[in-house]
């Protein structure tokens, strides 16, 4: 499934939901079915979507949050896997795509980027799915 696709099935579920983007092509695709006040959308700081969300997530545990990621925002913040995966908080929804834009141009069809992120998670204790 494509990543516009994705964020287009989700949006109908978010509605009171506070959803944190990464930047670029992922908020500006949330943006274009309609700005809400719940959505921020994380411009200029790669790679802390995750830390941002689970911030929130810990702060708020009655309400869920959700964290749009992408695979190379995510490799320049790995440490943030293995403190969700510390506090496990239930109300977290890390939803990391994979385009490959972050792999070294010549191994990008191997979709280095995705299966790296997958072990990862795998190895902290994350569900990839």
């Known amino acids: 499934m494509r990543r516009a696709e994705c964020i287009a099935m989700l949006y109908p579920e978010v509605a009171d939901t506070p959803v944190i983007t990464i930047m670029g092509a ?3 695709e949330l943006y274009d079915l309609g700005h809400r006040d719940n959505f921020f959308y994380l411009q200029h700081a790669m790679g802390l979507a995750s830390s941002i969300g689970l911030g929130l997530a810990v702060h708020r545990p009655e309400e869920r949050v959700v964290v749009l ?3 190379g925002s995510v490799l320049m913040n790995l440490g943030t896997l293995a403190t969700m995966a510390r506090y496990r908080p239930k109300n ?3 939803i990391i795509t994979s385009n490959g834009d972050e792999a070294w141009p010549e191994m990008s069809k191997l ?3 995705r299966r790296l992120v997958a072990r990862i998670a795998d ?3 994350k569900r990839a799915a």
Do not use: E, F, I, P
Request: hydrophobic content about 45%; aromatic content about 0%.
């Open 111 to 113: 979709d280095v980027a």
């Open 92 to 94: 977290l929804v890390h």
């Open 69 to 71: 990621d992408g695979d």
């Open 26 to 28: 992922c908020a500006q």
């Open 123 to 125: 190895a902290v204790g």
